[in-house]
């Protein structure tokens, strides 16, 4: 291999001569190979290199090139097949990512980390229910790794599978009790199968976590204004507020909790707050529904 990857760099460089000269970077490359007679059961190794060296020098398109080729040579080779998959990542190729794990998966079919990858390129490539697959694959063979359950349960959510995304779910709470971002994804699930209850108690559960994070307050203060407790949604929505006085979206469901609870001058007060962030549709609405009950 250390003679593959010094011919890759006089590759390189006679190639981009050749390129500027108005020449294809790969055929030129193809054509120096040729002449230097290298053969035929190196040429795998060969692409496989190259399509690394271009990758370091950001020739994202030559890289890619190289690894299809390099790849569609020797799918069953091991470093030839990690290569390529890195490759394929890191240009955006996530498809062609997808395929060279499932090539290695052959090769080592206890590699767990493997179908996490796989399931992380076939969903960024579109196809979610090969991804979820994967996902599976990779919670049930490594039960112990929060990363993996947890990414199940979010492809499985992405996709309506609630009952499934509430096992993988509750997998991941068991290994991390603690995780407001795993209740706060199982309130969302309940409350779409308009299990309510449940949804605001683990939404509250998660606020009493993590009671300063943003995002954690607007869902609890949104269950609560949709299931009639405008008292408690104010009083969460309030301190959230305090503590991020930006934060438009907290403002905007404070001004319906207030307005919700009779108190319309402090709705209004909020609304108008949303004003400096200048003014997005809904601010502009939530706005003028507070003046026209005024």
Known sequence: MSDVGNICEEAIGTAASSHAA???FIEAC???VAQRGLPENHLSAFYCRL????????????AVACARLAFASSPEK?????????VFSNCGQHADAAATYESLLKIRPRWVEGHR???????????IERAILHAKAASDGDPNSFEFTFHAGCLLESTTQYDDALVYFGRALAIDPGNAAVLRRMSGIKFALE??????????????????????AQH???????????DEAACIMLAAVDAHPNDSVGLRLLSAAQMLCGRTE?????????????????????????????
């Open 22 to 24: 108005g020449v294809g």
């Open 30 to 32: 193809r054509h120096y």
């Open 51 to 62: 399509s690394e060296a271009l990758m370091h020098r950001g020739r994202s398109e030559d």
């Open 78 to 86: 091991e470093e030839i097949a990690n290569t390529c998959a890195w």
């Open 117 to 127: 990858h796989a399931s992380g390129s076939f969903a960024a490539a579109g196809q």
């Open 195 to 216: 299990q309510c209850d449940d949804a605001v108690n683990l939404a509250l559960r998660a606020l009493s976590l993590t009671p300063d994070d943003p995002l954690n």
């Open 220 to 230: 609890a203060g949104e269950l609560l204004l949709r299931v009639g407790r405008f």
């Open 266 to 294: 402090d709705a209004l007060m909020q609304s108008i707050a949303l004003l400096p962030s200048r003014l997005s549709m809904q601010n502009t609405i939530c706005i003028g529904r507070t003046c026209c009950i005024a």
